[in-house]
């Protein structure tokens, strides 16, 4: 890998655990020389993670649409920040700049970029990992409507398996580099037999 998306929010949330979180893993990201793609602003957790990863001697590569760079306050001392028409073309290139997504903890926006990352990992669009930063449980509901989609037969197994979740920024790290993308994974064409 040589770069590492991080998706969060452009709050800083409540609990201050949030901004230890995006700190570590964002020094980590440069510590291992890993380049930092995010989304561009200088407040919040997204703020946090470039400030982060620079001190630390690491490149960091904003993108933002140029509708939010006012709202989100573009970060004026990136290594390189990409101006973009669209939430969809800001996507798109944070996934052709990228090796794999990590999200912390975020709004809709973030779910949002997850689950469109990891959907064109499940439909084999690109191999790529992506994981949760599962920081002081905030992840905790939706990993279990995750687990949730697989028991209903709505998600197969393999495919709920490809997201990392952790609760360190060292471990999902190493996870990542680790990961192994599960290939072909037929599509249900017929109902399952009922157990």
């Known amino acids: 890998m040589k770069s590492i998306c991080v998706f969060c929010g452009s709050s800083w949330g409540r609990s201050k655990e949030f901004e230890v979180a995006a700190v570590a893993l964002s020094r980590e990201i ?14 919040g957790l997204m ?7 620079l001190s630390a001697g690491g490149e960091v590569i904003g993108i933002l649409p140029n509708a939010l760079k006012r709202k989100e306050i573009d970060h004026a001392g ?11 073309e800001r996507k798109a290139r944070m996934v052709e700049l990228s090796d794999g997504f ?10 949002d970029e997850l689950f469109e990352v990891w959907t064109w990992a499940m439909l084999g669009w690109h191999d790529k990992p992506s994981a ?6 905030y992840y905790d509901d939706l990993v279990r409507f995750l687990d949730k989609t ?19 920024a060292k471990s999902v790290l190493d996870r990542m580099e680790g990961y192994t993308p599960p290939g072909d994974i037929p599509k249900w ?3 399952e037999s009922q157990t």
């Open 78 to 88: 990136l290594s390189e920040l990409i101006l973009v028409d669209s939430m969809h």
């Open 150 to 168: 697989a028991e209903e037969q709505f998600v197969k197994q393999p495919h709920r398996d490809m997201l990392i979740i952790d609760h360190d």
């Open 132 to 137: 949760l930063l599962n920081v002081n449980g």
């Open 30 to 43: 440069a510590q291992r020389g890993y380049k930092l793609v995010y989304g561009g602003s200088s407040v």
């Open 102 to 111: 990590v999200s912390l903890p975020g709004g809709i926006g973030t779910m």
């Open 47 to 53: 703020g946090i993670c470039a400030d982060a990863a």
């Open 189 to 191: 064409i017929k109902r």
